[in-house]
C-alpha cells in the first residue's frame, strides 16, 4: 500500500512535466510567429526573434523565452530521472535538453544586441558586444542551439538500438538540419552575403524543426505512460 501510493503522485508528477514538454514549443513559436507579424518595423525574414525583445513590447518575448524554457527545464529533469545512470541508455541526451532550456532562459533575461538594421537607426551590426549582448549570444543561444543539436543525435543512438528505426532517422534529420540551419543563420546575422535577407526566415525554420522534434519525443512519452523503453 505504501509503494502504492508513493508511485501514482510520482507518475503523476512525471506526466505533468512531460506535458510542460509538449506546450514549450508551441507556446515559443505561435508567440514569435504574431510578434513578428504585427510588430511595427520588423522583418520576419530577415530580423531574428530574439530581436522581437527589443523595443516598448520586448518583454513580451523576454517572458516567452523565461517561460518556454522553464516548461522545457521541468521536462529534461522528468526526462533524465527515467534513464539509467549508466550505460547505453545514458542521461546525457536529457542533460542535452537542460542545457537547450537554460539557453532559453538566460536569453530571456539578457536581451541581445541590435542587429541587421532592427530596431530602426541602429547598424546591420553592433561596432561591439554590449554585456547583455554578448551574455546573451556566447554564454547561452550559442550552448543552447549546440547543445539541442547534439541531443537529437544522441537520442537518434539510442532510438536505434531500442529497435526503433522511425525516431531514430528522424532523430537524425532534425539533429542535422537543426545544425545546418544554425550555421546558415549565424552566416546570415554576420552580414554574409546571400544569407542577410533569409537570415530572419534561416532562423524561424531551424527554430521550429528544433521544437518539432522535442514536441513530439514528449508527446511520444506521454503516450507510451513513462515506459523507460520507449527511449
Known amino acids: 500500500m505504501h509503494a502504492l501510493t508513493t508511485t501514482r503522485p510520482t507518475a503523476r508528477l512525471t506526466s505533468l ?7 514549450a514549443g508551441p507556446l515559443f513559436v505561435v508567440v514569435f510567429l504574431l510578434e513578428g507579424a504585427t510588430r511595427a518595423d520588423y522583418s520576419p525574414s530577415r530580423h531574428p526573434v530574439s530581436s522581437l525583445a527589443l523595443g516598448d513590447l ?9 517561460v518556454a524554457g522553464l516548461l522545457t527545464l521541468a521536462f529534461a529533469i522528468a526526462l533524465r530521472n527515467a534513464l539509467p545512470v549508466r550505460g547505453k541508455g545514458s542521461r546525457f541526451g536529457a542533460t542535452l535538453v537542460g542545457i537547450w532550456a537554460i539557453g ?25 558586444y554590449s554585456v547583455s549582448g554578448a551574455l546573451h549570444d556566447l554564454l547561452f543561444s550559442l550552448p543552447g ?8 543525435f544522441v537520442f537518434a543512438r539510442r532510438f536505434g538500438r531500442r529497435g526503433q528505426p522511425a525516431w531514430a532517422v528522424y532523430s537524425t534529420a532534425t539533429g542535422a538540419i537543426f545544425a ?8 546570415g546575422f554576420a552580414q554574409s552575403q546571400g544569407f542577410v535577407d533569409i537570415a530572419g526566415l534561416l532562423q524561424r525554420l531551424t527554430v521550429i524543426v528544433g521544437w518539432a522534434w522535442l ?6 512519452l506521454l503516450r ?8
Request: hydrophobic fraction near 45%.
Open 17 to 23: 512535466c512531460y506535458l510542460c514538454g509538449v506546450v
Open 58 to 66: 520586448g518583454w513580451v518575448q523576454s517572458a516567452t523565452f523565461v
Open 104 to 128: 532559453l532562459i538566460g536569453a530571456g533575461v539578457f536581451v541581445t544586441d541590435p542587429v541587421n538594421g532592427y530596431p530602426p537607426g541602429t547598424p546591420d551590426t553592433p561596432p561591439q
Open 145 to 152: 542551439f549546440l547543445a539541442l543539436a547534439a541531443a537529437c
Open 180 to 187: 545546418t540551419g544554425f550555421v546558415l543563420t549565424t552566416l
Open 215 to 220: 514536441t513530439l519525443l514528449a508527446v511520444h
Open 224 to 231: 507510451t505512460t513513462q515506459d523507460i523503453d520507449s527511449i
